[in-house]
């Protein structure tokens, strides 16, 4: 359950990127951001327009929406102009966008449609950097900032069906580390949080999610966290009591990055083997 407000947040100002539906957890991000008494901008690629409810949020949580592909410089530049314009700068990015091309159209990791591995790459990691670069050549981000990423253990940990996304979510974490040691000499911070799987419309989208949803919810000690607890997790990382972590990847995910195997585990596999 969601803690009520404290306030960790008052007076920042920041991007959310990738809030789609109630189910996104960036959608859950913005309420909790917004629970603690931060404002932002809340933007999403354009065709998100006619897929989400992104301006219903918008309204629950007072927060202008801005319509901007994270894959085009021209959008994020006049993105970040909109957020300098309005604030002089910001304290807070989210970067909460992935999709998977090849795994959307079930094409084996092996068989890779290349021009669609490209695409991915650049919508769920490259585009990053690309924000990062645009904040930076606007002298955007105020010192003090802090920068979130979501990845998934797939970056670290073979999951035959989250294929491609295992090389954009590592190369979205190298991104975290090679940025951070620059953002540093600005005073900004860098992070990604790897989160359980989660039920997202993205998520969906992987074959077998259901399967690797329930594996990770029978390892973890405390079972998979969800995207309420995930957002309670970012505020504590977009807030100043988090003022000195930076370039880490950190497990969101009840235990699970940390286990081998479970009793639960154990007891499945004994009863589907006798």
């Given at each position: 359950m969601a803690s009520p407000?404290?306030?960790?947040?008052?007076?920042?100002?920041?991007?959310?990127?990738?809030a789609l539906n109630e189910s996104s957890i960036a959608w859950s991000i913005a309420e909790a951001v917004h629970r603690e008494g931060g404002s932002f901008i809340l933007s999403n690629a354009p065709v998100a327009r006619r897929l989400g409810s992104l301006d219903a949020l918008a309204e629950k949580t007072g927060a202008?929406?801005?319509?901007?592909?994270?894959?085009?410089?021209?959008?994020?530049s006049a993105l970040i102009s909109e957020a300098k314009e309005a604030w002089g700068g910001i304290d807070f990015?989210?970067?909460s966008i992935g999709m998977g091309l090849n795994v959307r159209k079930n094409v084996e990791y092996e068989e890779l449609n290349y021009e669609w591995?490209?695409?991915t790459l650049d919508i769920s990691a490259i585009s990053l950097?690309?924000?990062?670069?645009?904040?930076?050549?606007q002298d955007a981000l105020r010192s003090g900032?802090?920068?979130?990423?979501?990845?998934?253990?797939?970056?670290?940990r073979t999951f035959s069906k989250y294929?491609?996304?295992?090389?954009?979510?590592?190369?979205?974490?190298?991104?975290?580390?090679s940025f951070g040691y620059r953002l540093g000499k600005h005073g900004v911070r860098i992070n990604a949080v790897s989160q359980s799987p989660t039920r997202t419309t993205?998520?969906?989208?992987?074959?077998?999610?259901?399967?690797?949803?329930?594996?990770?919810?029978?390892?973890?000690?405390?079972?998979?966290?969800?995207?309420?607890?995930c957002a309670d997790y970012c505020v504590s990382l977009l807030s100043d009591l988090t003022r000195m972590v930076t370039m880490q990847t950190l497990f969101h995910d009840g235990g699970f990055s940390t286990m081998g195997i479970s009793d639960a585990l154990i007891a499945d596999l004994s009863d589907a083997l006798t």
């Open positions: 407000g404290n306030g960790l947040l008052k007076g920042k100002k920041g991007i959310i990127f990738g202008r929406v801005v319509w901007a592909d994270a894959t085009n410089g021209d959008d994020l990015m989210v970067h591995y490209k695409k950097h690309r924000s990062i670069q645009a904040c930076l050549a900032a802090s920068i979130l990423a979501l990845s998934y253990i797939g970056a670290q294929s491609e996304m295992g090389d954009a979510k590592a190369l979205l974490e190298s991104i975290v580390r993205a998520g969906s989208g992987i074959a077998g999610f259901d399967a690797m949803f329930e594996f990770a919810d029978r390892i973890a000690p405390l079972g998979n966290a969800d995207a309420a607890s």
